[in-house]
């Protein structure tokens, strides 16, 4: 079993910046991609960002230039740095990895959520 602990939240003022971190943790063999998806009230899930195992990264056009994902390989963490924050940008952010685990079953894991608030 993978467990994936998002950290980092909170309060943000528009133009601010806020730092979310999760760490993956369990029997892991291999994680192929990390990233991060969010949820505003009332809207569904969307895709924010993602870095993959070689490094490459993509990002949603409506973050591109303000947000830049990031990966610790030794810690399994992977990192979002939000800078020039907006109000649209609030939400709960989910972590997601696709992770290879012994006997090479691959499953995508979901972190808890950790609720970001943009004032503006």
């Known amino acids: 079993q993978v467990q994936l602990v998002e950290s980092g939240g909170g309060l943000g003022q528009g133009g601010g910046s806020l730092r979310l971190s999760c760490a993956a943790s369990?029997?892991?063999?291999?994680?192929?991609?990390m990233g991060w998806y969010r949820q505003a009230p009332e809207k569904p899930r969307e895709w924010v960002a993602v870095?993959?195992?070689?490094?490459?990264?993509n990002y949603r056009d409506s973050v591109k230039g303000r947000f830049t994902i990031s990966r610790d390989y030794a810690k399994n963490t992977v990192y979002l740095q939000m800078n020039s924050l907006k109000p649209e940008d609030t939400g709960v952010y989910y972590c997601?990895?696709?992770?290879?685990?012994?006997?090479?079953?691959?499953?995508?894991?979901w972190g808890q959520g950790t609720q970001v608030t943009v004032s503006s």
């Open positions: 997601n990895a696709e992770v290879v685990s012994v006997g090479a079953t691959r499953r995508a894991y």
């Open positions: 369990g029997i892991i063999f291999r994680i192929n991609s």
């Open positions: 870095i993959i195992s070689g490094g490459s990264t």
